[in-house]
């Protein structure tokens, strides 16, 4: 009878530590898996090399421009025609109006393109463009900030 006991923990023991091992090999899988998903950050100049992938691009909007037929279009490394990557804010995509981007430090994440020779990325939600600094945040405060100390 003791030889079975033993058997029986002998085979508990290797089928906890085959899911043990399972487990662990899940669990770094998704970590890899989760690394591997997220966007790399890209520069600008750096755009035109990753067309057909999921990229972030981080920059500044050097200019923002509405088109006859609505489209709103924002350009960095240059301005129009001198650009070197832009978004592209389709007019069907949005009900209210873009918000203003000229000047500001962005990150913008979606799908390269190329249209007319040029990477584009086109921005379907706001939820893909991340604004990281306003112009000239050093040197004024943005009306809808708090103040950190209390006025005297």
Not at 7 to 12: C, D, G, V
Not at 143 to 149: D, G, L, V
Request: overall charge positive; some cysteine.
């Amino acid at each position: 009878m003791q030889r079975k006991g033993a058997k029986s923990r002998f085979i508990l023991k290797g089928r906890v530590i085959r899911l043990l091992v399972l487990f662990v090999g899940l669990s770094c899988g998704g970590l890899a898996a989760e690394e591997a998903g997220a966007p790399i950050v890209i520069s600008p100049s750096e755009v035109a090399a990753q067309v057909g992938k999921v990229v972030t691009v981080r920059g500044r909007v050097d200019g923002q421009k509405n088109s006859k037929s609505g489209h709103t279009y924002l350009n960095f490394g240059g301005r129009y025609p001198n650009h070197v990557f832009s978004c592209f804010f389709n007019v069907k995509s949005f009900s209210e109006p873009i918000p203003m981007f000229e000047g500001k430090e962005v990150e913008v994440t979606g799908m390269v393109t190329m249209y007319q020779d040029k990477p584009q990325i086109e921005v379907i939600t706001l939820s893909q463009i991340r604004v990281l600094e306003e112009e000239g945040a050093g040197s004024q405060k943005s009306p809808a900030q708090k103040p950190t100390e209390p006025a005297s």
